[in-house]
């Protein structure tokens, strides 16, 4: 008899062992197969394995769950005060007003939330990944409905049915309001509202399900996952940004709401034709008499479902056959020159090389480098709107501020690998003057281009100078004292990929002192700037010379400092650092 083989355990930390002969048996079901010959289901196991996982994880990350509850809270608010606003709207609406675009408008949005959750969360993988299932010997056709079921353990799916279910309640409210007027509308609208609701959760479902089997299919790499997270997070931003522009023009000028309600009606007339609105579009049509239109949509939604449902499914037994091939056909990845081009191969060069690989290939760095972009040209375009200088002016402060930030903790990023540093004899010095040149290498070109196109946009004449050289010194001042809060308050870092944050009690001291102490060094600049005001443009001039000067000595000194306490003490930081956090 074959032995048995223990898989590795998966992300909850549980593990079964697995006969190669046949299928697992169930706990509690015993060893021996069943007497009809048919595998046992696998949906009490992925149940109990999700559920277990999804409370490890909550424990696990902390602030996460913090952050997910206050969600659910504000999402339960939306619905406690948006339900019966929709439905009072639903209860005095007319046919062919605007409460059908505002349902359809309400389901997309449901299920575009679903189909772009997939990128936001890429950086914590599924729980129930299809590769981990392999060694089981069941066939994709095997899983996938376990796994469904196993999914819906969700506050997510949860909060997504009640939002359907207040859409639902209204349209059931507008239906009943025309029952004499329209009967044969309103009946096969109430016939057909259940079913239809069904589809659009049905899609909401599925969506995420496929994506993430499919992209388990394609050999990508952490750093591609990350990438995907960070540009659904930005486009999230970019909406948010968005839809915050739009609420201000509308509150500078009441008459833009009528353009932004006809464009605003003509997208959604276009999306009810697409999976996304389709089902939230039924029971109003048949209640208006387009019978045709919801025949169209019903078969819009019945196939994206079964599209779905082959997609996802032909992606699980794909995943299923490359996790017991392996990495055997996986591609090499090309190797680089650790030392750019611009600089000479000596312990400077490595450092400097080190870090922009880093820069470029950690989430930890290019998730900050990535938002930073979207923050300024928020902050410009709500200046550029209200025409007050202002928020563009605190954009570059910002952006110069960031410098130092960036790089506050930069040893405890290195984790483990701080090792290399002590073998190779590099001295402090040398280190953290890469790591502060690297973190210019971003903030510098940034502030130029950033400085030139407020300087266009508002007119600041000779203060564009001013801005200028006053948020190169804040620069230099905040990468200064980022590179010897590294060297001084090093701390345990989350690991690359992980959604941990890092210990309070460990972190707020440097985050404090690399937040604050960067403007002590400006100060006697942001006087003379603030006297010019009264005094003259050339007091603007002389504080902004001050700025870059104070800032360009801090930079020497933090290097200087910060290196010595490594040189003097490099095993010690190490220790401290040695272990990511997660």
Known sequence: MAEPVTPAPAEGGSSAAVHTAGPV???GEGGDAPANGKAPSLTPLLMKLRWTITLRRARATLAATIGGAIG???????????????ITSASVSEIGGAFAPTAVGIGALLVLAWLLAPAVVSGAEDALSPAKFAIL????????????????????????????????AAQTVMLVRFLAERPAGAISGLVLLLPSLLAGLAICILLPRAIDAFRSTR????????????????GLLVGMYGFSLISNAIAESPSVIDTIVHYALLVLGVIAWTPLGAPFAIPMDLLEG??????????????????????????????????????????????????PRFLRSTPFGASVGRSLKYMRRDAR???GLLVQPVMVAFMVGMSVMSNNPSMSIFATVVVAWMAGLLIYNDIGMDGPANWVNIVAGIRGRTTLAARAGVSLMWAVPMLIIVTAVIGVLHDLGGYAGVLLLSALGVALSGTGIGVATAAFLPFAAPKPGSMKNSSPMAAWLPTLVSMLVTWLPMLPAMALIGASFAFGQYLAWIGAVIALVLG??????????GGRQLDRHWPEVAQKVKTFIG
């Open 290 to 339: 387009r019978y045709a239109a919801a025949v169209v949509r019903m078969l819009i939604a019945s196939v994206t479902i079964a599209v779905l449902w082959l997609w996802w499914r032909r992606s699980l037994e794909l995943a299923l056959t490359q996790a017991l091939q392996g990495d055997s056909a996986a591609k090499s990845e090309k190797v680089t020159a650790l030392v």
């Open 365 to 367: 760095y290019s998730m």
């Open 137 to 168: 010997g069941r066939r994709g056709r095997d899983l996938q409905l376990p796994m469904l079921i196993a999914s819906l353990i969700s506050p997510a799916i949860i909060l997504t049915a009640l939002a359907i279910g207040v859409l639902g």
């Open 25 to 27: 048996p169930l706990p």
């Open 219 to 234: 050999q990508s790499s952490r750093r591609s996952r990350e990438l995907a997270t960070g540009l659904g997070i930005i």
């Open 72 to 86: 659910v809270l504000y999402a339960l608010g939306a619905l406690a005060f948006g339900g019966p606003a929709l």
């Open 552 to 561: 360009a000595v801090t930079l020497w000194a933090g290097i200087v400092l």
